[in-house]
């Protein structure tokens, strides 16, 4: 069963700016917010990426280099989402997106490994 759902995402030029969000559905409030949430990405041929997280009251949060100052991750624990907000879109952002959740209390890392819960992904294309 796949407990996160991504949403938003599609095609853009260069520049421009598109939202992913993520949900669980199914979590309690409480559940969802007891989880740190990261944001991964993997291009055709290329390895699984982290991009950035957030912790679970929301207040640290972090980024690859290539995308500070560019994307930015928040959440809403009270509607079980959080958001990747991507302006200045490049080329090389081009990607399949996912969601992921690291389970309860576990800390914020950058490895894809440690994390427990994932989605099924949604395509971002930013292409002229």
């Known amino acids: 069963q796949v407990e996160l759902v991504e949403s938003g995402g599609g095609s853009v030029h260069p520049g421009g700016s598109l939202n992913v969000s993520c949900g669980a559905p199914t979590w309690s409030y409480i559940r969802y917010s007891r989880n740190c949430l990261g944001w991964f990405r993997q291009a055709p041929g290329k390895e699984r990426e982290w991009i950035s997280f957030i912790n679970g009251g929301g207040g640290v949060t972090d980024y690859v280099e290539s995308v500070k100052g560019r994307f930015t991750v928040s959440r809403d624990n009270a509607k079980n989402t959080k958001y990747l907000e991507m302006n200045s879109l490049k080329s090389e952002d081009t990607a399949t997106y996912y969601c992921?959740?690291?389970?309860?209390?576990?800390?914020?890392?950058?490895?894809?490994?440690?994390?427990?819960?994932w989605g099924r992904g949604t395509q971002v294309t930013v292409s002229s």
């Open positions: 992921a959740a690291t389970g309860q209390y576990r800390p914020c890392t950058t490895r894809s490994s440690d994390y427990t819960y």
